[in-house]
């Protein structure tokens, strides 16, 4: 596709429902890229794909999070039993590949907020 | 511990009134640092890729440099649509890809 799409691109959630959250990658780019952006904060890793194997999950805050990638392509994230402090943007990003050249392009993001 | 940090974290300026961002970092070994612009309510738009020290990169009113320390970003006679946050990352020999984000610089240009 021309960009990376998320969706949903907004989600209301209760405290202790599983979401789920999609991003299509820029067609081609091999890496993937999660990350979160709470209210005026920064952005906060969460895991990188390279192909649909996943080299870094470092980031992930608890393992209520959870993310696979199928095909090289589509990526889902998924948070189960949310709590209050789930509630942020949650941003995807791809790139051609982990190399030298690797400029990473941004999704619109899905902005999570759990009551 | 790899680290990225930028100044200031909020800069408003006169439409016509030049200024520069600080982007400076602390990092095992550097890859690439990264610009991006976010406007509210949207993710972040790739400005710039600099690779060494010394390198500069220039788009319309923006021109991005990098030290072995530190990166700027010089706004050159602003107009109130540059206004937006601008983030600085790197990536880093250490790790297997992640960008590693600054908090970010809001700026507001005002007419």
């Known amino acids: 596709g021309a960009g990376v799409s998320q969706s949903p691109s907004n989600k209301v959630t209760e405290k202790g429902k599983d979401v789920e959250l999609r991003c299509d990658p820029i067609s081609g780019h091999t890496a993937l890229y999660w990350y979160r952006q709470s209210l005026g904060q920064g952005l906060e890793f969460l895991i990188y794909f390279q192909g649909n194997s996943a080299p870094d999950k470092s980031g992930l805050p608890s393992d209520r999070f959870s993310a696979e990638r199928t095909g090289g392509s589509v990526s889902t994230l998924t948070i189960q039993r949310t709590q209050q402090e789930d509630s942020a943007v949650y941003l995807c990003a791809s790139s051609l590949g982990p190399g030298i050249t690797t400029e990473a392009f941004f999704g619109q993001g899905t902005r999570l907020t759990v009551v | 511990e790899d680290q990225v940090t930028q100044s200031p974290e909020a800069l408003r300026l006169q439409e016509g009134e030049s200024s520069s961002l600080n982007c400076s970092y602390t990092?095992?070994?550097?890859?690439?640092l990264f610009w991006y612009r976010q406007d509210p309510g949207k993710g972040p738009e790739f400005l710039f890729t600099?690779?060494?020290a010394g390198e500069e990169k220039e788009k319309e009113r923006l021109k991005a440099t990098l030290t072995k320390k530190e990166s700027f970003l010089h706004i050159t006679a602003p107009k109130p649509e540059d206004s937006a946050t601008y983030l600085c990352?790197?990536?880093?020999?250490?790790?297997?890809?992640?960008?590693?984000f600054g908090q970010g610089t809001t700026l507001q240009v005002k007419p």
């Open positions: 990352a790197v990536l880093t020999s250490g790790n297997t890809g992640k960008l590693i």
């Open positions: 600099l690779y060494s």
């Open positions: 990092v095992s070994g550097l890859r690439g």
